[in-house]
């Protein structure tokens, strides 16, 4: 089988768009095969559909929400458009509705309106071990003050956090001040990647840093192995109003790739 792609690196979150329509049921088995192409060094992949409407979507491969997916799909449609700056709404997977975008390919930078989480928990992983646990739509959230942690803890953290937020996608967030160490989750692939940045959990930590804000605009700069990514929280008396996360944004030309399957038809 043969299908399109194209490359977005998002402050090296690198996401792997597939521009060739596919049966649904296809996506978890499509996105293993091009994680396991190590010259893209895709970390996740996300579907580009078209609508009843003629409209294009994005559909994540676990169906999860993905903020760096989410603003470079922004970037695409404005790539797409032949435009240098657009500002759009983008209907993407683990978003109830449509988020506000707004790309620039001059500046090569996009942007988006996250959804607000809808609740901070505490999950208790033992005895005085109790994170933070920020729930979005689509995806949980835990932030873990420090510096990474691997094997077991990470296993028994996801582990709880399935139990408590059973939502298809999990992320760990080690957050040492501004430096961000993301790991992401995705149960429909059972993958577990330590993202060069994460834009959802960059918006997670904005929100968790500014936990005893009560009113004003708040922004963060969050330092992570692919780059730095920008994310504010409005709140007023205390309430969340309004979340966005931005950053740069490259996008490669389509590229065709070979896939075990027959072929199929293109957007």
């Known amino acids: 089988m ?8 998002p402050a090296g979150n690198i996401t792997i768009f597939v521009m060739t329509a596919l049966e ?11 994680l396991e192409r190590q ?8 579907f580009v559909e078209r609508t009843e409407q003629g409209t294009l979507r994005m559909e994540m491969m676990g169906g999860e929400f993905c903020g760096n997916a989410s603003r470079s799909f922004a970037y695409l449609l404005c790539q797409l458009s032949g435009r240098e700056r657009q500002e759009c709404l983008v209907d993407v997977s683990g978003s109830p509705k449509p988020l506000r975008a707004v790309a620039d390919t001059v500046k090569k930078t996009s942007q988006v309106d996250m959804p607000l989480p809808k609740e901070t928990r505490l999950l208790e992983l033992g005895p005085g071990e109790i994170y933070d646990m920020i729930v979005f739509d689509g995806i949980c959230h835990i932030i873990v003050p420090g510096k990474p942690k691997k094997g077991e803890f990470v296993e028994k953290l996801l582990e709880k ?4 937020c059973p939502c298809g996608a999990w992320g760990i967030m080690f957050l ?3 430096q961000l160490i993301p790991a992401v989750y995705v149960e429909s692939t059972d993958s577990l990647i330590w993202e060069s940045s994460c834009g ?3 918006m997670a930590a904005a929100v968790y840093l500014s936990r005893s804000e009560e009113n004003g605009e708040f922004t963060y700069i969050l330092k992570q192995p692919g780059g730095e990514i920008q994310a504010a929280v409005q709140k007023e008396q205390g309430e969340i109003l309004r979340c966005i996360m931005g950053g740069p944004v490259s996008i490669s030309p389509e590229i065709e790739l070979e896939l075990e399957n027959k072929e199929v038809g293109k957007i």
């Open 161 to 164: 956090a399935k139990a408590e």
């Open 24 to 34: 649904k049921e296809s996506y978890p088995g499509i996105a293993r095969q091009i």
């Open 39 to 46: 010259e893209l060094g895709g970390e996740q992949v996300a």
């Open 2 to 9: 043969k299908i399109k792609v194209r490359v977005a690196d």
């Open 200 to 202: 959802s959990g960059s």
């Open 176 to 178: 040492e001040r501004e």
